[in-house]
């Protein structure tokens, strides 16, 4: 992320391009993995779904008032997140769709020009399907 050095634009934002192994967004490019959540875009170490834990969402998790729905990206593969984050994110109150990056970013997009309470966490890919 060009926009710092500890991976994080201090404001949530549309996403403008994925791809490439990264994310366009506020006129600038992400290389991995991102969380967009209410205090702004985030690095996020993961990048396959089976990374994706409690620990790995906590800053989601932290969130959470500020949270109505979680769109995860899961790449190009649509596999079912674990048990204990998706009760973890319910009892939370946060409504999880997880499907491919490409949808998810899209969804994202759609939700926050609505001004929804909306968060995505986003597995970067390298080619767009």
């Known amino acids: ?3 710092n050095d500890t991976g994080h634009f201090p404001q949530q934002v549309g996403i403008d391009a994925y791809g490439n192994s990264g994310f366009r967004f506020a006129e600038m490019s992400h290389r991995g993995s991102l969380l967009c959540l ?3 875009m985030h690095a996020w170490a993961v990048t396959t779904p089976t990374e994706i834990t409690l620990e790995s969402l ?3 998790i932290a969130a959470a008032a500020d ?3 979680l769109m995860v990206g899961l790449g190009h593969d649509i596999i079912g997140l674990t048990r204990d984050v998706r009760e973890a994110l319910r009892a939370n109150g946060i409504i999880v769709e997880a499907i491919t990056t490409g949808s998810a970013v899209r969804t994202y997009n ?4 609505e001004q929804r309470a909306v968060a995505a966490a986003l597995i970067a890919v ?3 399907r």
């Open 110 to 113: 759609v939700l926050l020009a």
């Open 126 to 128: 390298e080619r767009v």
């Open 67 to 69: 949270i109505d729905v």
């Open 38 to 40: 209410p205090t702004g």
């Open 1 to 3: 992320m060009t926009s």
């Open 58 to 60: 906590a800053p989601v």
